[in-house]
């Protein structure tokens, strides 16, 4: 009696049910990556120390005496600090891989935050704090994390960026009510303290479940640390003189300058405009929506969509929105509305685009220190941007100009996206 085997000897039925058990495993790990990435940038440096210095602010300039003006010199510090930080950040992850770099990142930076919470009345030594915050906290932000997930998938890679995404989104409205909540009951102090421990418990759980899923989701070999740390120079070298890689660097600093210049005046847009502080603050709710729904848009069209078309448009997308708010079109509430959503998509869409883009034309190779540097000239974008706005409107009596200005970077990079061409020799590796 013949028995029908397959080349293997295995019976077809058996092979797909092994097949289908394979599949089911793999989306199990996937979701435990993106989970794990998600509950990590919720609790990082962003949303939990950067989003809430806002709700600091006044309760330590009562407490040591301090100028308003001073006291916030401490969010430039921090960003400062994040900025190199992510400079370094991506070459040890380059080295020593992702889990070690950025669970000593939790910890040192909730470390940091407990000890910044005894601060004595010194503005030097609160200052260097925040500045070393900001280095520490380099690995719970999107450079760590994301470079999990870019490594890791290749399927489906746009939606999963999106969806890690919404989790820092998520805690950027979520960190500074539980901030106020503890301000308000125990003291800035307290709500240090309290900031430090969810920092360690999301970190370390995130760790564990980006650790747990780590098992060869793409099919391919895991990363070879030894020969991470064997990096010929000459080829890195090569990379970053390729014009495609400068053309990303020129987007990440157009649409950081532009986007988060409007991101941090725009309420004072509205009230300007003669919209009440109340319809203001509705108007920002609108654009952290956008920053959410941008996201998960985004990263779900460009795994169907050539990135670079989506990117052009969302960018286009949001130089319509600047113009919006020049007062161009109209100055009512509906348009300012309409131009928070389109802000917040292109702040959204940006993350989405600019780790997809990296994997695809440079592969995985050198991805933490090219999305490291990526990151760094964000940040950058992030300090100048707003300056820029504060001095257009110090020196010239509004906010129109650099609206306009801020809407013919946007155009520019929506130019440079498409002039990115196909992929190149390096990708995927």
Known sequence: MSTDLSSE????????????????????????????????????????????????????????????????????????????????????????????????????????????????????????????????????????????????LNNRLGLALGLVGVGMGLGTVTMPLLAEIFISKFGWRSAYLFLAAVATTAGILACLLVNASRNNLTGERPVNIAAARRLNATELVSVLRDFRYWLLIGVALLVSVAALGMSVHFVSLMTDAGVSKEYAARGVALSGVGVIFGRLLSGYLIDIVEARTVASITFVIAAIGAIQMSGAFNATLFYFAIAGVFLGFALGAEGDFLPFLIKSYFGNSYFGVLYGI?????????????????????????????????????????IFVLLLGKKNSFAVH
């Open 9 to 152: 000897g295995v019976p077809p039925a058996a092979t797909r049910a092994s097949s289908q058990e394979a599949l089911g495993s793999a989306r199990i790990r996937e979701a435990l990556l993106i989970v794990g990435a998600s509950i990590g940038l919720f609790a990082g440096f962003a949303p939990l120390y950067f989003g809430t210095i806002s709700i600091f602010l006044a309760p330590i300039s009562e407490e040591f005496g301090w100028g308003r003006a001073q006291t916030s010199g401490v969010g430039v510090l921090s960003m400062l600090g994040l900025a190199f930080g992510s400079l370094v950040v991506g070459r040890c992850i380059d080295i020593f891989g992702e889990i070690k770099v950025i669970g000593l990142s939790v910890l040192v930076m909730a470390i940091l935050i407990a000890i910044q919470s005894q601060s004595v009345n010194s503005p030097i030594i609160f200052a260097i704090l925040s500045l070393c915050i900001g280095v520490a906290g380099a690995g719970t932000t999107p450079p760590g994390y994301v470079s999990v997930i870019a490594k890791s």
């Open 374 to 414: 990526l990151f760094f000239v964000h940040a950058i974008g992030g300090v100048v941007g707003p300056i820029l706005f504060g001095l257009s409107f110090d020196m010239l009596g509004s906010y129109k100009y650099a609206l306009f200005c801020a809407s013919g970077m946007l155009c520019t990079a929506s």
